[in-house]
């Protein structure tokens, strides 16, 4: 059947986009938040055994309408079969290399530093670069430690404090800063590209009327309480930090997080029109295409 998506395929700087024309039957990619990695998933033809079964930790790259939509490292390729169904190469990926060092623990600490400093210190000793949002890169703070942490489990503990995205895509990360700006969207339409949905539009479990933090002030020796009012419509509850905060900066930033956090699931993300001349349609900030051929 032929394709009505542009699309291309790359293993290890190897474009097999003609190579695997006639036989590639589906390509599905998960573009996650960033509490998981993105996934990619290629089913291919291979009745007469003629596909090569790459390798593991091979480094793939797939671009659908001239753009790139994911990037990372094959995990498991895997060749199914049986006499009557035939033969079919399934190959899975995740946006970055499992074997690698990104998952080795570190164990090191800073002084003085900035998050940028000391996160750039660990993306280099896992053989990675990162990009931080400007808003977290100027942080400091007097002390900054990794603890037997890998890269990859120190970057989301970061991106959980802070009220950030953490994502590796191939060799490189990134910390960006939830709900700071507006995001791409993706329109949907109803009888034309959606083929099915799930949605929850509101979601108040992490939403509360205010915030408050506390942390230890040194020079007159007693725990002060930083509070910040959120403006919740309809919530109730207040929340208070479990963990007494360093300095008064880290007690503001703690407020911060939750209130964004919050807003973030209190947000209408999902709006649905169906008026009556046209299909519904929905806009979410994140995609799962799933593209086969017609």
């Not at 036989?23 to 573009?31: F, W």
């Not at 053989?127 to 890998?150: C, H, K, L, Q």
């Not at 991106?159 to 949907?188: C, H, M, Q, W």
């Not at 929850?200 to 509360?208: L, S, Y």
């Amino acid at each position: 059947m032929a394709w009505t998506v542009s699309w291309r395929v790359l293993i290890n700087g190897r474009d097999l986009t003609s190579a695997w024309r006639p036989v590639l039957i589906d390509i599905e990619i998960e573009d996650r938040d960033g509490t998981s990695s993105d996934t990619c998933s290629l089913t291919i033809d291979d009745t007469d055994g003629q596909v090569r079964l790459p390798n593991k930790g091979d480094r793939l790259m797939v671009f659908l309408e001239g753009g790139k939509v994911f990037e990372g490292f094959i995990e498991q390729p895997q060749s199914s079969g049986s006499r009557s169904a035939g033969r079919v190469l399934k190959i899975r990926a995740k946006g970055f290399d499992s074997t690698g060092k990104v998952k080795e623990p570190q164990g090191f600490h800073m002084d003085d530093a900035s998050l940028e400093a000391f996160l750039s210190r660990a993306a280099g000793h896992a053989g990675m670069t990162i990009n931080i949002d400007p808003d977290f890169a100027g942080i400091v703070r007097d002390y900054w430690s990794a603890e037997g942490e890998s890269f990859l489990a120190l970057g989301n503990r970061m991106a959980k404090k802070l009220g950030g995205t953490f994502k590796i895509r191939g060799d490189r990360a990134v910390l960006a800063k939830r709900g700071a700006e507006s995001v791409g969207a993706v329109l949907g339409i109803v009888g034309q590209n959606v083929i099915s949905w799930d949605i929850t539009p509101r979601a108040p479990r992490r939403a509360f009327k205010s915030g408050s933090a506390k942390w230890f002030d040194r020079k007159s020796a007693q725990f002060v309480t930083e509070t910040l009012k959120f403006g919740a419509e309809g919530v109730e509850a207040d929340n208070l930090a479990r963990d007494v905060m360093a300095d008064a900066d880290e007690a503001r930033e703690a407020n911060d997080t939750c209130k964004r956090e919050g807003e973030r699931d209190m947000d209408q993300r999902f709006p649905m029109a169906t008026p009556r001349n046209r299909a519904p349609s929905l806009a979410a900030p994140s995609q799962k295409p799933a593209l086969v051929p017609p």
